[in-house]
């Protein structure tokens, strides 16, 4: 069996187009980001949040900070843009340099605003089963499980890695859809025995290939978080063997990374429009 590739730019190049269309109703949304220092990886994800924001006509508004910036003065821009009527989302791209404190720099954003999902109060209402704004990379796996009609109540699924950006909110997501939800992590023995026995395997480890064909049930959903980058290229956390086995499977790239960025659009509409609710007037 060979499976079907679920295929993340288109369903992306979809969700754009929905937000592109909420965007219009709305009339104005404009997102903020913030890039504290010269990391390249960052300023390439920044440019292509920028170009994805103008795509669908969200103002973007983008904030380049030089890297011995104080925590002070980060957390007095952070709070000049949380009083800022005209910005719906916030964030803060990591990582930031060494002297500065990512988690007091996120407690500092207004919830409202966090479209990472990011603060304590968007994580405290994921784990509640009242989620609010949820991290972009696991929105769009569920997005994924759903426009491929993955039967999700009853399943059992394997989250691979447990950060608090994706592994953990993966893991709740799929718990809120009453999937039955294991979590693998680093100290995690005999890996393989749990995901021979899922329906639904979600990798977000960092390890190219760690997830070997035999370690996929046949029929499978498997969901290639992971983003590698080795001589060959940019390499999932899934041996692309593991397609002969499953029954749909995502690739890298083209899969989860596109998602990401769109429902990261996605978020920032569902701020903005929360936001005008709460203050109509505003
Ligand atoms: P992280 O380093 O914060 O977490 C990795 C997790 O993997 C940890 O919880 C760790 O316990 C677990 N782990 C490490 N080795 C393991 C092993 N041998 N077996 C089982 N678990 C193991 O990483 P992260 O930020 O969660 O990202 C994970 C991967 O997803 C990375 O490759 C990252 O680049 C990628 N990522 C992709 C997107 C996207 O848009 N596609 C977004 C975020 C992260």
Known sequence: MRATIMDGRALAAKVQAEVAGDVAGLGD?????????????SHIYIRRKHEAAQG????????????????EELIAIVEELNDDDSID???????????????????????AKDVDGFHPTNAGLLYLGRPALVPATPLGVMRLLDEYRVQ???????????????GKPMAHLLLKANATVSIAHSQTVDLGRLTTDADIVVAAVGVAHLVAPD???????????GMNRT???LVGDV???????????????????????????????KAARARRVANPAG
């Open 152 to 166: 999700i109540a009853g399943a059992r699924a394997v989250v691979i890695g447990r950060s608090n950006i994706v």
């Open 89 to 111: 989302g916030i964030l803060v791209q990591s990582p930031l340099p060494k002297h500065l404190d990512e988690a007091k720099t996120i407690e500092a954003l207004d919830p």
């Open 231 to 233: 001589d060959a290229g």
């Open 29 to 41: 949304v404009g997102l903020a980001t913030v890039l504290v220092g010269d990391d390249p990886a």
């Open 239 to 269: 041996d692309p063997g593991a397609a002969e086995r499953a029954g749909l499977i995502t690739p890298v790239p083209g899969g989860v990374g596109p998602m990401t960025i769109a429902m990261l659009l996605a978020n920032t509409v």
């Open 215 to 225: 370690m996929i049930k046949a029929g499978a959903t498997v969901v290639d978080v």
């Open 56 to 71: 669908v006509g969200i103002r973007s508004d983008d904030r380049r900070l030089p890297a011995d910036i104080s925590q």
